[in-house]
């Protein structure tokens, strides 16, 4: 085995061909990942548990296709300077566990970084990418979370697009997720990297604010949502936006909980889950597993939805949708329940990034409640609703053909 690794690691070497693969995340990415709850307190009996949760609550048959492996798997290099698996939490090596998660119908993504060292402190991939892409492919990888830490003089573009080629030489179709927190635009270059990249900072399992840890701070859910205004043009098909993991049942309440994956749903962003699934409650399960809700996020035109208008700490947004339909979704940033009274024949509403219109006065939309399930009429009439503390009102607008 190591011997035909060698031979591969050589020809990869002479072999730079400079593009992603392509068409790999036509739609937004949806799996788990396990540092939001687990941290460095990874194993692998414990991937096996997930994986088998994502099967038994229903994730894997509303979406979720990869379970990801974030930071501390990581043991030392082998004499060649290979990367090798923790032998005391993945006694059975990596390529046994991943090929589990395969027999359970899921795709498998592992967690490095573009410095000498990870996050925590693990061996990490500058001046091994195409080592590491070789065992990746050899394990049998389907995804690569690649983060920034200890990246110091390096140069984000040629760093991330190094190791795109090592994955590329290495042959085997792999997503490529740039965790590179925003700091170097990777909006405006990465498109023909990787097929998604991170806009800001960590996430924290919070509603508004932030947490402060020291040198750093992780950023509230809709501190983060705040963050993507003027970044929708860069994403669809096969490169995203990535406003960090989810932290739906982490602690925050239920509605804030529903609102979060609401605006998620409604950016087009990754649906990265990071809770314990083995445990989560009937309505986080409910929240995650909602397939209208999802249907919005992997809506096949890709568009980014965008906040159509702000006051008093309401605010609407809006996404274009496939078969000129649309979400449109109320959130309630306030410290009070809000009544909604939105005259839909009031608004003619183009999106100049779309080229779409929502007109109800020239077309007849059906509206569905995404939350309730319940068909609450058409846009003839003006919609009322009540918005609880932190939650939202989200709809779809079906255009009916007249």
């Given amino acids: 085995m190591k011997k035909v690794i060698i031979i591969l690691f050589l020809v ?17 990415p949806m799996g788990w990942n396990s540092w939001n709850k687990f941290g460095c307190n990874v194993n692998e009996q414990m991937l096996r548990d997930m994986a088998d949760a994502m099967v038994s609550t229903g994730m894997r048959d509303a979406g979720y296709t990869y379970l990801v492996v974030d930071d501390c798997w990581h043991g030392e290099r082998d004499s060649l300077g290979f990367i090798q698996p923790d ?18 119908g899921l ?42 830490c200890f990246a110091e003089e390096l140069n984000a573009v040629g760093a991330y697009t190094t190791m795109r080629d090592a994955l590329y030489a290495a042959g085997r179709p792999i997503v490529f997720s740039l965790c590179e927190w925003g700091t170097n635009k990777p909006w405006l270059w990465a498109a023909n990297v990787g097929h998604l990249w991170r806009t800001t900072g960590d996430i924290a399992p919070v509603f508004e604010g932030s947490v402060d840890h020291g040198n750093w701070s992780s950023w509230g859910v809709m501190k983060i949502l ?20 989810m932290e739906v049942g982490n602690g925050m309440s239920t509605n804030e909980d529903r609102a979060h994956m609401s605006m998620w749903c409604m950016l087009a962003a990754p649906l990265m889950a990071g809770n314990d699934l083995s445990s989560m409650t009937r309505e986080t399960r409910a929240i995650l597993t909602n397939k209208e809700v999802i249907a919005i996020d992997q809506d096949k035109l890709g568009i980014q939805g965008y906040r159509y208008a702000a006051k008093d700490s309401m605010e609407t947004w809006l996404k274009p949708l496939s078969g000129g339909d649309w979400a449109v979704c109320f959130l309630n940033r306030s410290h009070h329940p809000v009544t909604l009274n939105f005259d839909w024949n009031a608004q003619k509403i183009y999106d100049e990034f779309s080229k779409m219109t929502l007109d109800a006065a020239l077309n007849d939309y059906s509206i569905t409640n995404l939350w309730t399930g319940k068909t609450l009429g058409n ?13 939202v009102v989200m709809l779809r607008l079906k255009k009916n053909e007249r």
């Avoid at 005391?88 to 027999?103: A, R, T």
């Avoid at 795709?107 to 065992?135: N, V, W």
């Fill in 12 to 28: 990869a070497c002479s072999t730079m061909y400079g593009q992603k693969f392509e068409k790999l995340a036509l739609t937004p």
């Fill in 87 to 104: 032998p005391k939490h993945f006694p059975s090596g990596m390529k046994v566990l991943i090929d589990y998660i395969h027999s359970r």
């Fill in 107 to 148: 795709k498998f993504g592992i967690y490095s970084c573009a410095g000498y060292k990870t996050c925590a402190g693990r061996p990490a991939g500058r001046g091994h990418e195409f080592q590491d892409a070789l065992m990746y492919a050899a394990w049998g990888v389907d995804y690569l979370k690649y983060d920034w």
């Fill in 226 to 245: 705040d963050m993507q205004e003027g970044l929708r043009e860069y994403a669809g098909p096969d490169h995203w936006n990535d406003p960090d993991m």
């Fill in 379 to 391: 846009t003839k009439i003006p919609l009322k609703a009540l918005v609880p503390i932190g939650d």
